[in-house]
Nanobody, 127 residues
Framework: QVQLVESGGGLVQAGGSLRLSCAAS????????MGWFRQAPGKEREFVAA????????YYTDSVKGRFTISRDNAKNTVYLQMNSLKPEDTAVYYC????????????????????WGQGTQVTVSS
């Protein structure tokens, strides 16, 4: 059973930084891709960033390029999302997700490509 546990959310002023963590357990994740999504109130869940665990290949949605960085720590089975220069529009619940047995070269960006989801962590950016 794969488990994903997010942490690191909170309240921050615009321009500030947060680092989200996603601790993964229950599998060997070398064949997985990992992603971060977010959902703001009244909006659909949207893709933020993803990484292929084995290759380190990364992909970002345009609105976070240059501000957010996704990374993984193989020894800790943990994926991070470093968020800098935060804006009020980044306010959302952030979810970690895992896509098993992922063989494509481009990281997955669609909800349906992921098999496991965490419970989410709230990020609130005040203006």
């Amino acid at each position: 059973q794969v488990q994903l546990v997010e942490s690191g959310g909170g309240l921050v002023q615009a321009g500030g930084s947060l680092r989200l963590s996603c601790a993964a357990s229950g599998r060997t994740f070398s064949t997985y891709a990992m992603g971060w999504f977010r959902q703001a109130p009244g909006k659909e869940r949207e893709f933020v960033a993803a990484v292929i665990w084995s290759s380190g290949s990364r992909y970002y949605t345009d609105s976070v390029k240059g501000r957010f960085t996704i990374s993984r720590d193989n020894a800790k089975n943990t994926v991070y999302l470093q968020m800098n220069s935060l804006k009020p529009e980044d306010t959302a619940v952030y979810y970690c997700a895992a896509a098993q047995n992922y063989i494509n070269k481009v990281p997955p960006r669609l909800n349906g490509e992921y098999d496991y989801w965490g419970q989410g962590t709230q990020v609130t950016v005040s203006s």
